[in-house]
Every structure is written in C-alpha cells, then in structure tokens.
C-alpha cells in the first residue's frame, strides 16, 4: 500500500496549515507517519488520494451514521442548495429539524441550533449558570466537551492521545469555576459540593467517548440525577457524540436518566456543521430573544445544513439500524477479544450501542485513569496493520470506533480478518 500523495500533500499542507491539519485529533501524532488524504467516499468506505480504500470507522468521528453520500441526504442538500445557502433569517425547515429533535428527547421543549459541539456545550453551560445564578461546573476527567476554555481541563479526546494535560493560552480565570471529578465516582461530585455551595450543575458525556468508550456503571447516572435534584443542581447531558448513535435520540432514554440540558451535535449535521442545546420550557426561556442569556449565530440554522439534518434523521429514524449496530459491535468485540486471546495480547473491549473500542490493557476500563493504563505502542503497530488491511481507524487509542449503518456482511468479515492480523502483529511486537 503506498501514500506517496498523501505524504506530498503532507509536506505541502505543512506550509499553510497547521501540522497540516485543521484538528489535531486528524493527526498520526500518536500512531507515527503521516495524516492520510482524502479523496472521496461513498457507503461504508473512505478513498484516500493514493487510491486505496477503506472501510470507514471513523466516520467523520461520528456524524457520518448513515455511511458517506446517502443518497437522499444528497438529495435533499442539492434541492436545498438551488435555494440559496445562507439568509440571517428564518426558515420553514428549522422548525422542522427542531420538531423532530424534541420529539426525541423526552426532556426537551425548544432547542437552538448552532455550528458545532463545542458552541452547543458553551451555550449549555451558559444557559445552566443563568438559570441558575450559580457559577461553577463540575466535569469528569476524560469527558471531552469541546474547546471552550472552561471545559478544557482533563479533556480526554486529542489531549490525551498528545498526553497534554490541559492547553495553554487559557487563564487561570476562566477555569476557577471548573471542578472535576472521577468518571462512575458519585462520591467525587458529593465531596465539591460538601465544599462549594455555589454549583450551577454537572456536565458528563452519558456514555463517555473521547477516552474511549467507557460505560456508565450500574445506577450512576441515575443516582447523580438524584443527588443533583436534592442540591438543585442541573444535570447537563452531553451527547454531542452519544445522541442518535445507540437509539434514536439520546442515551439518557436507554440509561434511565433525563437530562436538564441536552447538547448535541455530529449525527444531527449528517456531516454539515451543526450543534444544539435544549431543554424544557422553563430553562430555554432564559435564552434571548426570550430571556437575557445571550446567544447567537451568523450561520446558525443554515439552510443546507439543515436539509442534511432533516433527510439523516428522517432516513435514520426510517432505516432503525439500532439492533444491527448492537449485533456489528458483538461481532467486533467478539473478533477482538478472540484474536487477542489466540495470540496472548492483553485487551479490554468496551461498547454501547455503534460506538466501540479495544484497549490494550489487562485492566476493566471504568475512568479515565483506567484508560491509561494501555499500552499506546500496541495501539499504533495494530492501527498501521488495520490501515494496510483496509480498514480506516480513528489515529488514537482514546477515540471511539463508529458503525455506519452502511456496513455490509462482507464489510464484517473483512474487518474480522483484518482484526485478526492486526493481532498478530501486535502479538509479534511484543516478542
Ligand atoms: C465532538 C464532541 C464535542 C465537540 O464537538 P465539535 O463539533 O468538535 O466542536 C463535544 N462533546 C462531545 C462529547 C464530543 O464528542
């Protein structure tokens, strides 16, 4: 398999761009080599500009559930582009994305939409300080919420894959109302609250994704729930990456839990820049034009991204692909667990619904620290062997891998098989 375009384009995006990428989790910083290039894709596979292909688990880390190009989204976003693309003001089909995501969120009278996740978690986190009137946020190490200053502390995602432990350039300031605490760890939220009494709420991903897929435990959520209602505390839900992934709408329905505020974003943009938070009536009118939380966007509520939102859902809703992905991701974890058995690698599997991932570790992997346990250099020998076995991984032991619902019966024996080389590989690393 060659990259010789790919390595050109590297070495001449270098020059204008920085590392060549516009987001460093598209990097090979942690798996060594150069970024791949991308030509196309169509279905279930990704073509780089070299030609090859592969089957596609990164899926645009997420958003891409329905597989690339489907071909009523693209559909409805060239009927949506002979219209215009962009009006600063209103139209017919942001009620109707709007309608459809509330009506899939138990918890959720009015929305507002926005251009990413990290916009929807900082609108969230606003709108949960003004109705409130309280000040400090607590979040889980590991949980990765955006970009926004204040959250970017034991981040998980692209920090943890570059072992960063926070970003410079943001003041002590902007993260004094910030406190963490430990992933499936309740008493780690009751100890700041015994200490702090000004708490606006608590933001978590419901199932965590960007320091791999670790799974909530037992009743944690639930009783996080409680214990937030008994302080009058809000529980923000951030299922930018979660939503629409393991059922339609969120994971807060499967888990038993409901949020006070709902972030989403990814799968909601069918691949075009879109976010969103929302909540019952009574915490949206905070935010104006209704209530003195100010938000807004240029480009929020674009027509064509829009169109692709409507079209994913509406075919998603349609296609209900919850139980294949939940069958794909056994046979997956399966395959893992048995190559890595049959060639003596330490691995821990987790999954929820189409969200998947190894790690090399011999311990169960609930938090953060459990996370990083594993062993990186594994990761990267298995990751090339997936590459040259046509399948394309997230570049970083702390992602997730995505299920599309474009995947076909040949698409899974191919990645079992690539799996089971992979392992090999890693296996023969080790000797
Ligand atoms: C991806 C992600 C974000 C950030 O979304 P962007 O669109 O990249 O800004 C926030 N929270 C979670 C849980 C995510 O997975």
Same mark, same amino acid.
């Given at each position: 398999m060659e990259f010789k375009k790919s390595h050109k384009l590297y070495n001449k995006g270098l020059v204008n761009l920085v590392g060549a990428v516009n987001s460093p989790v598209r990097a090979f910083a942690s798996v060594g080599g150069n970024p791949l290039f991308i030509e196309k894709a169509k279905g279930s596979k990704i073509k780089d500009v070299d030609g090859n292909s592969f089957i596609d688990l990164v899926l645009s880390y997420g958003p891409m559930i329905l597989g690339h190009r489907h071909p009523k989204v693209q559909k409805a976003i060239t009927k949506a582009l002979k219209n215009g693309y962009s009006f600063g003001a209103s139209t017919a089909n942001e009620i109707k994305l709007a309608k459809i995501v509330c009506d899939a969120f138990p918890g959720m009278d009015k929305v507002r939409f926005v251009n990413s996740g990290t916009e929807a978690v900082l609108s969230g986190i606003r709108l949960a300080r003004a109705y409130t009137g309280k000040d400090k946020i607590i979040k889980f190490a *590991?949980?990765? /919420? *955006? /970009?926004?200053?204040? #959250? #970017? $502390?034991?981040? &998980?995602s692209g920090l943890a894959t570059l072992s960063l432990p926070g970003s410079k350039g943001v003041p002590e300031g902007a993260v004094k109302n910030t406190l963490i605490a430990n992933y499936n760890d309740l008493d780690s939220v009751k100890a700041h609250f015994e200490k702090h009494d000004d708490i606006a709420g608590v933001i978590l991903e419901p199932v965590a994704g960007n320091m791999g897929v670790v799974i909530p435990q037992d009743d944690f959520l639930k009783e996080l729930k409680a214990f937030l209602e008994s302080k009058g505390a809000l529980l923000i839900v951030?299922? $930018?990456?979660?939503g629409f992934r393991s059922?339609? &709408? &969120?994971a807060q329905e499967l888990l038993g839990v409901e949020a006070d505020i709902t972030c989403l974003g990814k799968v909601i943009g069918g691949g075009f820049p879109v976010g969103a938070y929302g909540a019952r009536n009574e915490i949206m009118e905070n935010v104006a034009p209704l209530g003195g939380m100010y938000q807004a966007g240029? #480009?929020? &509520?674009n027509p064509i991204a829009m169109a692709a939102g409507i079209s994913t859902l509406t075919e998603l809703k349609k296609q209900n692909p919850y139980e294949f992905f939940d069958k794909v991701a056994a046979i997956i974890e399966r395959s893992l667990l048995t190559s890595a058995q049959k060639y003596g690698v330490e691995l821990t599997v987790n999954r929820f619904g189409s969200m998947i991932n190894p790690f090399f570790t011999s311990k169960h992997v609930t938090n953060f620290e459990e996370a990083q346990s594993s062993d990186t250099k594994k990761f990267a020998v298995f990751f090339w062997e997936m590459i040259k076995n046509g399948v394309f991984l997230p570049p970083s032991q702390f992602e997730a891998w995505f299920l599309s619902s474009a995947l076909s019966s040949k698409d899974i024996e191919k990645i079992k098989k690539a799996i089971d080389n992979s392992m090999e590989a890693v296996s023969k690393m080790e000797a």
């Open positions: *590991g949980c990765y /919420h *955006g /970009h926004q200053d204040s #959250l #970017l $502390v034991a981040a &998980g951030d299922e $930018v990456m979660t059922k339609f &709408g &969120g240029t #480009l929020s &509520g």
